[in-house]
């Protein structure tokens, strides 16, 4: 007698860009749902990257302030899919030349722009511009 174990693999539908080369990935937000389908791609994470050992896709989303020594610092912001969860939703981390914060969601399209509260959005900015004014005043 033999037992076949099956593993559903649940889709999860997450936003897939990087502002470095799309800069309409920065705000999906502030175009109507057409456009946004049309130039901000959304992708299966089951199918668009390689599963990963057992783990579940999420959606992850994450916002870079890079710093540059000869010219102005540079927003980044990078959405997709993620694999290795961590133990907070949000987290910053702040390195030499670059300040990040990265959040991660469990729901279809959930990476967006409007997925943080308005709370969450308004400290992101809040701590981006103390680190821009410290960058350029030291």
């Not at 870079?64 to 949000?90: A, F, M, N």
Request: aromatic share 12%.
């Amino acid at each position: 007698m033999s037992i076949i174990l099956r593993v559903a693999a649940s889709a999860i539908y997450c936003f897939y860009c990087n502002s470095a080369n799309n800069s309409a990935c920065i705000d999906p937000s502030q175009f109507d749902d057409e456009i946004r389908g049309r130039i901000i791609p959304i992708v299966d994470c089951n199918t668009a990257v390689n599963r990963v050992d057992e783990y579940a896709f999420f959606c992850r989303k994450i916002v870079q302030t890079i710093y540059h020594p000869h010219k102005d610092s540079e927003l980044r912001v990078t959405r997709g899919c993620g694999w290795v969860r961590h133990e907070k939703d949000c987290y910053r981390a702040d390195n030499r030349d670059h300040l990040e914060t990265v959040c991660q969601c469990f729901t279809d399209h959930c990476n967006s722009a409007d997925s943080m509260s308005p709370t969450s959005t308004t400290a992101l900015f809040i701590a981006l511009a103390v680190c821009l004014y410290y960058y350029k005043v030291y």
